[in-house]
């Protein structure tokens, strides 16, 4: 059976356009502009001397995550969330964080903690895994100035970490779904990858009828194709190593 075309004109296993740039904010130890699409997200970093104060006193550093979707990110204007993050927010914050911490050594970064900001500027679907891909990119650039600048001895990050999204669209498995796509899945899959090809996180949804191994077998094997060509990208971003930044407040 001939598959029916994907309204962009991709192939069922074809990543959209993708694009990082470098340096996107000026005062921040690292900042990546990730596109995906038409999903944009803003991933910075910024350091705290300090770790949580349960973590306080073991030699030992960490590194967290915050996620927002900015009024104009979508057609209709999303409210701020002036009371904290709730629900799907603090869910993907949450996976984000996690999915960094799993490739960095936190003892080679010192009692000293990286937050993370991925700010969707504008969302088309992907928005949680484009800001995982394009947060490690921000998170390598920020260590790479800690040795720099001296203050760890060698980039704490272990390997690459790539997110993509698949899921079955009419009977069949597509890879990087666009919030056209997304939104009538019949399932609907997040893979986070780790460089060496194990797995972070999957999460899995049927939204309607259960699926089968073989398909999930179909999904994940989607999954770890588009991160393959994410590391690839990543790799050829992280060639050139980022001019040295001062750390600290500007005068």
């Not at 979707?69 to 904290?84: F, N, V, Y």
């Not at 890879?175 to 899995?204: C, I, K, T, W």
């Amino acid at each position: 059976m001939t598959p029916s075309p994907r309204a962009d004109g991709r192939a069922n296993d074809e990543l959209r356009a993708i694009s990082f740039e470098r340096d996107a904010t000026e005062f921040a130890l690292g900042s990546v502009m990730a596109k995906c699409g038409h999903t944009w997200v803003l991933c910075t970093v910024s350091l705290d001397e300090d770790v949580p104060r349960w973590m306080r006193g073991r030699g030992s550093g960490w590194v967290t995550a915050e996620y927002s979707m900015l009024p104009g990110s979508s057609p209709e204007r999303i409210r701020r969330e002036t009371k904290g993050p709730k629900g799907r927010t603090q869910e993907i914050q949450r996976l984000i964080g996690r999915s960094l911490r799993a490739v960095v050594d936190h003892a080679a970064l010192g009692e000293r903690q990286l937050l993370v900001d991925c700010d969707v500027l504008q969302a088309d679907g992907g928005t949680r895994t484009t800001s995982i891909t394009g947060a490690w990119l921000a998170l390598w650039d920020a260590c790479e100035r800690l040795v720099q600048a001296g203050l760890v001895e060698s980039n704490p990050i272990s390997q690459p970490l790539a997110a993509v999204s698949v899921g079955l669209i009419d009977g069949e498995a597509r890879l990087d779904l666009p919030y056209e796509e997304d939104s009538r899945a019949e399932v609907d899959m997040n893979v986070v990858v780790a460089g060496d090809g194990r797995f972070v996180e999957v999460q899995g949804t049927a939204e309607g009828s259960p699926f089968s191994r073989a398909q999930l077998d179909e999904l994940m094997a989607l999954a770890e194709g588009g991160a393959a060509t994410l590391f690839e990208h990543q790799r050829r971003y992280t060639a050139t190593r980022p001019e040295p930044r001062s750390i600290g407040r500007p005068d």
